[in-house]
């Protein structure tokens, strides 16, 4: 039997007793904390603009306290974020990913069944949503330097766009497909109006609406997102009367193509220069389509004072056509050639959406609810802006605009860069070395800017000879077209 000599005689030994046990069992718990905050290596790429702590902090946010999961709120994050940013991933690639997150970290792997991970993905809450987008849009604000705005004035261009869906019984309802379809031949398609922030060139702000819905009920709803100051810039589907002397109200600017159905009549208004003119418009007698109140619609003021400005530009058929352009901008001191190149910013976010729906391959969300089609681009949203912040970090003391970089290669260098961040957490100087490192490559995958370069919506490959779905698919029947058409083996 071991016994032990008391250093002072008289003194209980349980004075002196070792807590050696106890120290090690809290270094474990802290070692395993710091493990987990560290887990993912998107997580530690991103650390600088979504902090780990404050990630945590949101895991409980949404249904109250929330037990432990192996699929918790910031793990489902990372994985969706990774299927996103590898050009659509499936959710099979997003749970061999997790595991294998789980299993560098030494810890207990999940089984392979991708119906929990794509029920944790539901359970994703909004107001976890909604901590990571503040986070994200505080960031990117900081960044925002004097150049980025135009005669102290924030860019903003809004416009439409649609996302095809999975033909179910339930997006159809929401989302219904388009009237020149036959019912079960065709697809969902719900209808997206977005503000993009050109300063920053992040996706501001979006509604989900149907794809029959007119894109100006989208802009105004999303009308409370613009600040005094803000110059709104759009084509001739949002230049509605209602919407501009609202905005103008809240001293919100707009430069926006005329509508098609009002006529420039050159010989009224007072003459600025050659190609500008003041023009009053009166109230028309009935509101559009925006989905204004009558009370609203009764509180706009009879009258509208707006500046036409008259530019030449090439058409999509090449030829010269004259264009005109409605502005509340009326002040002298805006030349009317600056005008005219502002409203040329519009075409930014049609390239945005580009990159979101081709490049990120996102033409079709893969859900079979409504719910999850709109969870699933809040989640593009965010990935998108988180991006481009990522190119504004690049770019931060560079002479090169954010319009610059290739959106594709930055893609490319953050799957390639992504792995070299596992575990650096805990290493700050490795970690800012590999930010470097990073930020410097994408830097370098500029863009050759041609302005004028004919870019025509043509596809080059034809697609193989199939027979149309003009019928439901269990009533279908095919038709052999001679040497035409071959059924698939």
Same mark, same amino acid.
């Given at each position: 039997?071991?016994?032990?000599?008391?250093?002072?005689?008289?003194?209980?030994?349980?004075?002196?007793?070792?807590?050696?046990?106890?120290?090690?069992?809290?270094?474990?718990?802290?070692?395993?904390?710091?493990?987990?905050?560290? !887990?993912?290596?998107?997580?530690?790429?991103?650390?600088?603009?979504?902090?780990?702590?404050?990630?945590?902090?949101?895991?409980?946010?949404?249904?109250?306290?929330?037990?432990?999961?192996?699929?918790?709120?910031?793990?489902?994050?990372?994985?969706?974020?990774?299927?996103?940013?590898?050009?659509?991933?499936?959710?099979?690639?997003?749970?061999?990913?997790?595991?294998?997150?789980?299993?560098?970290?030494?810890?207990?792997?999940?089984?392979?069944?991708?119906?929990?991970?794509?029920?944790?993905?539901?359970?994703?809450?909004?107001?976890?949503?909604?901590?990571?987008?503040?986070? !994200?849009?505080?960031?990117?604000?900081?960044?925002?330097?004097?150049?980025?705005?135009?005669?102290?004035?924030?860019?903003?261009?809004?416009?439409?766009?649609?996302?095809?869906?999975?033909?179910?019984?339930?997006?159809?309802?929401?989302?219904?497909?388009?009237?020149?379809?036959?019912?079960?031949?065709?697809?969902?398609?719900?209808?997206?109006?977005?503000?993009?922030?050109?300063?920053?060139?992040?996706?501001?702000?979006?509604?989900?609406?149907?794809?029959?819905?007119?894109?100006?009920?989208?802009?105004?709803?999303?009308?409370?997102?613009?600040?005094?100051?803000?110059?709104?810039?759009?084509?001739?589907?949002?230049?509605?009367?209602?919407? !501009?002397?609202?905005?103008?109200?809240?001293?919100?600017?707009?430069?926006?193509?005329?509508?098609?159905?009002?006529?420039?009549?050159?010989?009224?208004?007072? $003459?600025?220069?050659?190609?500008?003119?003041?023009?009053?418009?009166?109230?028309?007698?009935?509101?559009?389509?925006?989905?204004?109140?009558?009370?609203?619609?009764?509180?706009?003021?009879?009258?509208?004072?707006?500046?036409?400005?008259?530019?030449?530009?090439?058409?999509?058929?090449?030829?010269?056509?004259?264009?005109?352009?409605?502005?509340?901008?009326?002040?002298?001191?805006?030349?009317?050639?600056?005008?005219?190149?502002?409203?040329?910013?519009?075409?930014? !976010?049609?390239?945005?959406?580009?990159?979101?729906?081709?490049?990120?391959?996102?033409?079709?969300?893969?859900?079979?609810?409504?719910?999850?089609? $709109?969870?699933?681009?809040?989640?593009?949203?965010?990935?998108?802006?988180?991006?481009?912040?990522?190119?504004?970090?690049?770019?931060?003391?560079?002479?090169?605009?954010?319009?610059?970089?290739?959106?594709?290669?930055?893609?490319?260098?953050?799957?390639?860069?992504?792995?070299?961040?596992?575990?650096?957490?805990?290493?700050?100087?490795?970690?800012?070395?590999q930010w470097r490192e990073?930020?410097?490559?994408?830097?370098?995958?500029?863009?050759?800017?041609?302005?004028?370069?004919?870019?025509?919506?043509?596809?080059?490959?034809?697609?193989?000879?199939?027979?149309?779905?003009?019928?439901?698919?269990?009533?279908f029947t095919e038709i052999?077209?001679?040497?035409?058409?071959?059924?698939?083996?």
């Amino acid at each position: 039997m071991k016994k032990r000599t008391p250093f002072l005689p008289g003194i209980s030994t349980g004075l002196y007793g070792s807590h050696k046990r106890r120290q090690l069992e809290a270094a474990r718990v802290e070692r395993d904390k710091l493990r987990d905050k560290s !887990i993912t290596d998107l997580g530690t790429l991103f650390s600088d603009v979504l902090p780990v702590e404050r990630l945590e902090a949101a895991n409980s946010l949404g249904t109250g306290k929330r037990r432990r999961r192996l699929f918790s709120q910031v793990i489902v994050f990372w994985a969706w974020a990774s299927q996103l940013i590898e050009f659509n991933a499936s959710c099979n690639k997003a749970l061999t990913l997790i595991q294998s997150w789980y299993s560098n970290a030494g810890r207990k792997v999940p089984e392979f069944d991708n119906s929990c991970y794509c029920r944790a993905r539901i359970r994703l809450s909004d107001e976890f949503l909604d901590e990571a987008s503040s986070m !994200i849009e505080s960031y990117g604000e900081s960044r925002v330097e004097p150049w980025h705005y135009w005669y102290g004035h924030r860019l903003k261009a809004i416009d439409g766009t649609s996302i095809r869906l999975m033909d179910t019984a339930e997006n159809q309802k929401e989302y219904p497909q388009p009237s020149s379809q036959k019912p079960g031949c065709g697809f969902p398609v719900m209808g997206v109006v977005g503000v993009l922030d050109l300063g920053r060139g992040s996706i501001e702000s979006y509604v989900e609406c149907k794809q029959s819905d007119h894109d100006a009920n989208g802009a105004w709803r999303l009308r409370s997102n613009f600040s005094p100051g803000d110059v709104v810039i759009a084509d001739r589907a949002f230049c509605s009367y209602e919407l !501009i002397s609202t905005l103008l109200q809240n001293d919100v600017q707009s430069v926006m193509r005329l509508h098609q159905r009002r006529k420039a009549d050159w010989r009224r208004g007072k $003459r600025i220069d050659p190609n500008s003119r003041l023009v009053t418009w009166k109230k028309p007698p009935c509101p559009g389509k925006s989905g204004i109140t009558t009370e609203e619609w009764r509180a706009l003021p009879n009258t509208l004072r707006l500046r036409l400005v008259r530019i030449r530009a090439k058409g999509r058929d090449k030829k010269m056509r004259t264009m005109y352009i409605a502005t509340t901008l009326i002040d002298a001191r805006y030349p009317t050639e600056e005008i005219a190149m502002l409203y040329a910013e519009r075409w930014k !976010i049609e390239v945005k959406f580009r990159d979101i729906k081709t490049t990120m391959r996102l033409e079709e969300f893969r859900v079979r609810t409504p719910a999850m089609a $709109r969870k699933t681009m809040r989640m593009v949203q965010l990935v998108y802006n988180l991006i481009k912040v990522r190119q504004m970090e690049a770019i931060r003391d560079e002479a090169l605009c954010l319009d610059e970089l290739a959106f594709k290669d930055t893609l490319d260098l953050i799957n390639e860069f992504r792995g070299g961040f596992r575990q650096l957490l805990d290493h700050p100087r490795l970690l800012a070395k590999q930010w470097r490192e990073l930020e410097e490559r994408i830097a370098e995958r500029t863009l050759l800017i041609r302005p004028g370069r004919s870019e025509p919506r043509a596809v080059k490959l034809r697609p193989k000879p199939y027979q149309y779905l003009t019928s439901p698919r269990r009533e279908f029947t095919e038709i052999f077209h001679r040497s035409k058409y071959e059924k698939a083996a």
